[in-house]
């Protein structure tokens, strides 16, 4: 077993389950966690051991996004930017499946690790949400490729521009993830999933997951290079310096005209 701060990889015969472990902070991502996890999936992908891997998170959530500190310690927006694209890369590109257990909210760069996810089953009281641009920014971890690309520009557009929450539910009909079920249910779901993809003929699911992703996410490298350059512009504005102090202080931010 894999343990790194807020994160643990443990192999479950041919299942590796991975696990953000910072329930405080609602499993908000760090930089550190994002290049111990892209490190989980990279190494998975040399594993002929691992057949299927599952990501979730602990307690109440799955991924709330970027933590707002993520930048400490040196690290610059650049070299975060990075780190979430070779994860989301990661993930969609590892030959195994990959299945995202939804436990709870799912936001921001947390969007865009859950829809790099192959199979997507979330609990009833999940949601999604692009917040960014109520902080001055943009969509991030290739979301503004993932969510087009699962639920359509209409839906995309939506989320990206309007910043609200989109219940699992909703998320279901319009086609972003597979299934929404009571808590009680979700492990055993995921875990029939998990047991039917460990035990398939792994080159072919594996040539079947290219195929799949060469026609469905053709444009996510493109995206996460658009996203990177306006990202690193907008972190040094004055709207998310506005957008941020906003948050803490709870009150309506106030952008400039």
Same mark, same amino acid.
């Given at each position: 077993?894999?343990?790194?701060?807020?994160?643990?990889?443990?192999?479950?015969?041919?299942?590796?389950?991975?696990?953000?472990? !910072?329930?405080?902070?609602? !499993?908000?991502?760090?930089?550190?966690?994002?290049?111990?996890?892209?490190?989980?999936?990279?190494?998975?992908?040399?594993?002929?051991?691992?057949?299927?891997?599952? =990501?979730?998170?602990?307690? $109440?959530?799955?991924?709330?996004?970027?933590?707002?500190?993520?930048? +400490?310690?040196?690290?610059?927006?650049?070299?975060?930017?990075?780190?979430?694209?070779?994860?989301?890369?990661?993930?969609?590109?590892?030959?195994?499946?990959? =299945?995202?257990? =939804? !436990?709870?909210?799912?936001?921001?760069?947390?969007?865009?690790?859950?829809?790099?996810?192959?199979?997507?089953?979330?609990? *009833?009281?999940?949601?999604?949400?692009?917040?960014?641009?109520? =902080?001055?920014?943009?969509p991030d971890g290739g979301t503004t490729a993932l969510v087009a690309a699962a639920g359509g520009r209409a839906l995309a557009n939506e989320?990206?521009?309007?910043?609200?929450?989109?219940?699992?539910?909703?998320?279901?009909?319009?086609?972003?993830?597979?299934?929404?079920?009571?808590?009680?249910?979700?492990?055993?779901?995921?875990?029939?999933?998990?047991?039917?993809?460990?035990?398939?003929?792994?080159?072919?699911?594996?040539?079947? $997951?290219? +195929?799949?992703?060469?026609?469905?996410?053709?444009?996510?490298?493109?995206?996460?290079?658009? *996203? $990177?350059?306006?990202?690193?512009?907008?972190?040094?504005?004055?709207?998310?310096?506005?957008?941020?102090?906003?948050?803490?202080q709870k009150r309506k931010a106030v952008f400039a005209e």
């Amino acid at each position: 077993m894999l343990q790194a701060p807020k994160l643990t990889a443990t192999r479950d015969g041919r299942i590796l389950r991975v696990t953000l472990t !910072n329930p405080e902070r609602l !499993n908000a991502i760090d930089y550190a966690t994002m290049a111990a996890l892209g490190d989980v999936f990279a190494g998975a992908a040399a594993d002929p051991e691992v057949r299927v891997i599952v =990501i979730t998170g602990e307690g $109440k959530a799955f991924c709330t996004g970027a933590d707002l500190s993520a930048t +400490a310690g040196g690290v610059t927006p650049d070299e975060v930017m990075d780190c979430a694209g070779r994860l989301v890369t990661l993930i969609a590109e590892t030959p195994v499946p990959v =299945i995202a257990r =939804i !436990n709870g909210p799912t936001a921001g760069v947390g969007v865009g690790i859950a829809l790099a996810a192959d199979l997507i089953y979330a609990t *009833e009281r999940a949601y999604f949400l692009l917040s960014f641009t109520n =902080i001055g920014l943009m969509p991030d971890g290739g979301t503004t490729a993932l969510v087009a690309a699962a639920g359509g520009r209409a839906l995309a557009n939506e989320m990206a521009l309007l910043g609200g929450r989109l219940p699992a539910t909703a998320a279901r009909d319009a086609g972003l993830i597979n299934a929404v079920l009571p808590d009680a249910e979700l492990d055993a779901r995921v875990q029939e999933a998990a047991e039917k993809l460990a035990h398939g003929p792994r080159r072919a699911l594996e040539l079947t $997951k290219q +195929a799949l992703n060469a026609t469905n996410l053709a444009s996510l490298e493109a995206a996460l290079a658009r *996203e $990177k350059a306006g990202q690193v512009e907008l972190l040094g504005s004055p709207d998310f310096l506005e957008g941020t102090t906003a948050m803490l202080q709870k009150r309506k931010a106030v952008f400039a005209e």
